[in-house]
């Protein structure tokens, strides 16, 4: 049978067969062998993320940064899913040894193609690492960026759940139980009313921080592009809500810092996508279709700073990931 494996599982389930294996050396007889867990499709994703991680040494032609973002990759990702080998039924796959712009293009295609089909709880940390290492890989490769904005795109339209629906518009492709609240569930308005806030809040920062960049500058570009893209967002959180559970826009936002010039518009910026990205967490956590909006704020950010490695934290071994502070 199937079923989802968290981190913490994996590495508990690890020291629990060194210890029968122990156990089996000193003559104590066990006469059935438990049970070993069989990966879901996501947790053998994830699995194989780490192998590819571990086997990746940066070369010559990769970013300086990549050893340091290399090992929070790791971090995130998780130990890689050994069995003790007495409970093996056959012998674990193993990576090529890959550079690190090498390891990012089979990374983030593997995942930006599975998007519809993510689930176990592990979206926020595999669409996080797939899109840290575009970004921070195509610093040097642009294609890789290219390539995995097709994708993330493409996957709005491929739910096996509705294929013919219009991205935003679809409902999750994870079974009834996982799927995110919709607008008749009472859970629904602060999830959606939390990200609705955050886009008018962050379209407004926009249109004050623009101006302080010159008009043909890539960041006055990328400002004004931004402003469709949030534009977006605040109209699918519109739609989800629908007409009774939407909150009224607020009349004016306090911005931190006030752009006065391109200095402190860059710091907004940042302080604007990283608020996106706190309030995508929860909506990320249910449902893949949040991962277009992720990437976008993303790939945004890089205009004004260097990529950020990861837009999340993740504590201890299960795992979970929480918002930057």
């Given amino acids: 049978m199937r079923f989802p494996v968290s981190r913490r599982a994996l590495l508990l389930y690890g020291v629990s067969g060194a210890s029968l294996s122990l156990l089996s050396g000193c003559g104590v007889r066990l ?3 438990p049970d070993v867990p069989t990966l879901d499709e996501t947790n053998q994703l994830r699995n194989r993320i780490a192998r590819i991680l571990a ?6 032609k990769d970013p300086e940064t990549a050893g340091e973002a290399l090992q929070k990759f790791r971090d995130a990702i998780g130990p890689v899913w050994s069995p003790p080998s007495e409970m093996a039924t056959e012998p674990p796959p193993t990576e090529e040894p890959r550079a690190y712009i090498a390891a990012a293009e089979v990374v983030t295609t593997a995942v930006f193609t599975d998007l519809p089909t993510l689930g176990s709880g592990l979206i926020p940390v595999l669409v996080d690492v797939a899109t840290g290492l575009a970004l921070t890989a195509g610093t040097k490769d642009a294609e890789i960026i290219r390539s995995s904005d097709a994708l993330v795109r493409e996957s709005r339209s491929s739910s096996p759940a509705d294929s013919s629906a219009e991205p935003g518009t679809a409902e999750a492709t994870e079974s009834p139980d996982e799927q995110g609240p919709t607008a008749d569930d009472s ?3 602060p999830m959606w009313n939390a990200i609705l806030s955050q886009a008018r809040a962050a379209s407004y920062g926009y249109e004050r921080l623009a101006v302080n960049f010159d008009s043909k500058s890539t960041e006055r570009k990328r400002a004004v592009a931004r402003l469709e893209s949030l534009g977006s967002l605040a109209g699918e959180m519109l739609e989800r809500l629908g007409e009774n559970n939407a909150d009224p826009g607020a009349p004016s ?3 931190d810092p006030t752009p006065t010039d391109p200095e402190t518009a860059k710091e907004l910026a ?5 608020g996106i990205a706190a309030a995508l967490l929860p909506w990320l956590q249910t449902d893949t279709r949040a991962a277009l909006r992720l990437w976008e704020s993303a790939r945004t950010r890089t205009v004004f700073a260097s990529p950020q490695v990861l837009r999340y934290t993740y504590s201890g071994d299960s795992g979970e990931a929480g918002a930057q502070k």
């Fill in 253 to 255: 936002w306090k911005l």
């Fill in 187 to 189: 859970t629904a308005p």
């Fill in 31 to 33: 006469d059935a062998s």
């Fill in 55 to 60: 086997a990746t040494t940066p070369g010559d």
């Fill in 270 to 274: 940042l302080a604007l996508e990283d």
